[in-house]
């Protein structure tokens, strides 16, 4: 089991260009979740995908951010047009069927982003 | 609306028992999960309820109490390596229908020697 990995781990750019993080989740996982992370604070939801479906975006989603999982295996995050506000740490999580347990998310590291 | 609270910071030396408590608003449940995370870490799992009452792995111990709307994670015998921060996370309901993983702020706990 490899778990869930998240690439690049960090990202250092300047305001105004785009970028793009990947996560390979959990094999068997048809769950796949996108969280954001500040100092000091909780993971907050992003957006949601079961298979290549994205079920939910958070409202707090600008139009900048664009996430997609074709064919229901990795899936990638892009902003555009960075702004410094969006410097955070952004998180994948992956899960089985809730119905099935317990709900488990299983994190990856993470891919650091970190707006001049 | 929807919402969790916990503590921002509990202090406690090696050896002690400590209780983080979590407390949530929501129109619909679907369980209180704790994750630890070290720092630069990954959260990680530690427990779920689903039910009210207890449920215990080993050092750490989870409890719930649904008409409370409240719950706490209980680590006993604590070691210098259980200094990282705590999240509760509750599945609300979304509207879009799924249930969504919602995390609270965390609390940083600090053990001493």
């Known amino acids: 089991d490899t778990g869930v990995s998240q690439n690049p781990r960090h990202k250092i750019t300047k305001r105004g260009q785009n970028v793009t993080f990947r996560c390979d989740p959990i094999?068997?996982?048809?769950?796949l979740y996108w969280y954001r992370q500040t100092l000091g604070q909780g993971p907050e939801f992003l957006t949601y995908?079961?298979?290549?479906?994205?079920?939910?975006k958070s409202r707090l989603l600008s139009d900048r951010f664009s996430a997609e999982r074709p064919k229901g295996s990795f899936s990638t995050l892009e902003i555009q047009r960075t702004e410094q506000g969006d410097s955070a740490m952004y998180l994948c999580?992956?899960?089985?069927?809730?119905?099935?347990?317990?709900?488990?998310?299983?994190f990856g590291e993470g891919s650091r982003l970190t707006v001049l | 609306g929807q919402s969790l609270e916990q503590p921002s910071e509990v202090t406690a030396v090696e050896g002690a028992i400590v209780q983080i408590n979590c407390t949530y608003q929501?129109?619909?449940?679907?369980?209180l999960s704790w994750y630890q995370q070290h720092d630069g870490g990954a959260p990680t799992f530690l427990s779920y309820?689903?039910?009210?009452g207890l449920e215990e792995t080993g050092r750490f111990s989870s409890f719930l109490s649904r008409s409370d709307s409240y719950g706490y994670l209980l680590l006993q015998e604590l070691q210098m390596k259980d200094s990282a921060s705590y999240f509760c996370?509750?599945?609300?309901?979304?509207?879009?229908?799924?249930?969504?993983?919602?995390f609270g702020r965390g609390t940083s706990l600090i053990v001493h020697p």
């Open positions: 999580a992956s899960s089985i069927p809730s119905g099935m347990g317990t709900g488990e998310l299983f």
């Open positions: 094999s068997e996982h048809n769950r």
């Open positions: 995908f079961q298979n290549e479906a994205q079920l939910e």
């Open positions: 929501t129109s619909g449940f679907y369980g």
């Open positions: 309820n689903a039910l009210d």
């Open positions: 996370a509750v599945r609300f309901p979304s509207s879009g229908g799924s249930y969504i993983p919602t």
